[in-house]
C-alpha cells in the first residue's frame, strides 16, 4: 500500500471513533429535550410571574387595593363561580363571539374568494376594502351607536368587522398565492371549473385561509371585550367595568383571567381543528 492510499483511508477508518462520541454526547440531550416538551419549558415563566405577584401582595409593595393577592383573587373566583354570576356573563360573552364571528367569517369567505378569484371584482374592490381595514373596530363605534344604539346589534356589527378583514385578507392571499403550475396540471388533466376549485384552487389555499380564520377569532374575542367595556351591561366585559367602578380589582383580576383562559382554550381548540384538516401537509403532499 503507498503512502498516499494509506492517507486517504486514514480518515475514513478512524472516522467512526469521534463520531460515536457525537452520538453518545447527543443522547443525554435528545433524551433531556424529549422529557422536557415545549409546553412544559413555557412553564416557567408564568410561575414566575406569579410568584412576583405573591411577594409584591404578600410585602404590599403595591397597595392592597389596587394590587389584590393571587389568594384573595382565587377566593373570588370561586365566590363568583358558586354564586353563577361568572358563568352567566361568560356564556353571554361565547354566545356574542360566536355569532358575530360566524357572521364574519361567511363575510370573510365569500368576500376573499371573490377576490381571488375575479380580478375585475379585486380591482373594484379591493382598494375599499384596504381602506376600511384600516379603520380600528373603535373607530366605528360612534357612527355605528346612532345608526343602531348600543344593544346587541352593535355588538354583533363590530365583531364580525374584527374577525371579517383578516379572514377575506387570508383568503384572498391564499387563492392568489396557489403555484401556476397547479393549475396548469389540472388543464392538462381537463378538469372542469368546479374540479379546479374544488380539487386544486382551494385546498391549495387551506393553509392560508385557516390561519385567517385563527386571527379572525383572536380579533372577535378581543373586540368583544373592548365593545363590552364600552358599552354593555353584561358579559365578562362589564364585569371588569363594574368591578373598576366600585374599586374591587379582585373581580377585575378574576374576570381578566378568565377571559384570558378563554380565549387561549378557544385558540387551542382551533389549532387541534387545523391539525386534522391540515393533517396530509404532513404527509408529503
Avoid at 475514513?12 to 440531550?29: D, H, T, Y
Amino acid at each position: 500500500m503507498s503512502a498516499q492510499q494509506a492517507v486517504l483511508e486514514l480518515p475514513s477508518s478512524a472516522s467512526p471513533v469521534p463520531e460515536l462520541a457525537q452520538e453518545q454526547g447527543k443522547a443525554p440531550r435528545a433524551r433531556f429535550r424529549g422529557n422536557w416538551s415545549p409546553r412544559w419549558l413555557a412553564l416557567p415563566f408564568p410561575l414566575f410571574l406569579l410568584l412576583l405577584w405573591h411577594v409584591a401582595a404578600q410585602f404590599e409593595w403595591v397597595a392592597p387595593q389596587v394590587l389584590p393577592s393571587p389568594q384573595s383573587v382565587l377566593l373570588t373566583f370561586i365566590d363568583l363561580a358558586a354564586s353563577g354570576e361568572m358563568f352567566d356573563n361568560l356564556k353571554i360573552s361565547l354566545l356574542r363571539v360566536l355569532l358575530g364571528f360566524g357572521v364574519g367569517l361567511a363575510g370573510g369567505l365569500l368576500l376573499g374568494v371573490a377576490m381571488g378569484l375575479s380580478r375585475v371584482f379585486k380591482d373594484y374592490v379591493y382598494p375599499l376594502f384596504k381602506a376600511f381595514s384600516q379603520v380600528p373596530v373603535l373607530g366605528w363605534l360612534p357612527l355605528l351607536m346612532l345608526l343602531v344604539g348600543i344593544d346587541e346589534a352593535l355588538k354583533i356589527i363590530l365583531i364580525s368587522k374584527a374577525a371579517l378583514v383578516p379572514i377575506a385578507l387570508n383568503t384572498f392571499k391564499g387563492i392568489e398565492n396557489v403555484p401556476a403550475r397547479y393549475v396548469e396540471v389540472a388543464r392538462v388533466l381537463r378538469f372542469s371549473r368546479w374540479q379546479l376549485l374544488t380539487r386544486v384552487i382551494f385546498p391549495a389555499a387551506l393553509p392560508p385561509v385557516w390561519n385567517g380564520v385563527r386571527y379572525g377569532f383572536t380579533h372577535a374575542w378581543l373586540a368583544l371585550v373592548v365593545v363590552e367595556l364600552l358599552a354593555s351591561s353584561e358579559g365578562l366585559g362589564y364585569m371588569i367595568v363594574f368591578g373598576r367602578q366600585l374599586f374591587q380589582l379582585d373581580v377585575v383580576m378574576a374576570a381578566v383571567v378568565v377571559v384570558g383562559a378563554v380565549g387561549y382554550v378557544l385558540d387551542r381548540v382551533l389549532a387541534r381543528i387545523e391539525t386534522v384538516l391540515l393533517g396530509w401537509r404532513r404527509t408529503g403532499f
